[in-house]
């Protein structure tokens, strides 16, 4: 069973920087979609990035100048490095896995069957 667990997290004043991880455990997929969501108070969780095995990322319009998603395959973990925190990117931050069995990665939640626990991001004005 695939194990995804989210770290980094925290409180952070608005213009600051973090770096999310997820470490994935029991991952035995060649190739793979793993991908960013988040989801604020009293709102529907939403997309934010995505890389997939062959490094290739993709982000949501608005965030892609602050955002940046890497991974480390030698420690089977996926960062979030988001940059110039706004009081809006307050949320809990989601990290989800599938093979990748298309040309493209999903990026509708539906397109994921392994997810983390999640990770709190506040960002204070």
């Known amino acids: 069973q695939v194990k995804l667990v989210e770290s980094g997290g925290g409180s952070v004043q608005a213009g600051g920087s973090l770096r999310l991880s997820c470490t994935a455990s029991?991952?035995?997929?060649?190739?793979?979609?793993m991908a960013w969501f988040r989801q604020a108070p009293g709102k529907e969780r939403e997309w934010v990035g995505l890389i997939d095995s062959d490094g290739y990322t993709r982000y949501q319009d608005s965030l892609t100048s602050r955002f940046t998603i890497s991974q480390d395959n030698a420690k089977n973990t996926l960062y979030l490095q988001m940059n110039k925190l706004k009081s809006e990117d307050t949320a809990m931050y989601y990290c989800?896995?599938?093979?990748?069995?298309?040309?493209?990665?999903?990026?509708?939640?539906?397109?994921?069957?392994?997810w983390g626990q999640g990770t709190q991001v506040t960002v204070s004005s």
């Open positions: 989800a896995a599938e093979e990748r069995t298309r040309d493209y990665c999903p990026w509708d939640e539906t397109g994921y069957k392994f």
């Open positions: 029991a991952y035995s997929y060649s190739t793979y979609c």
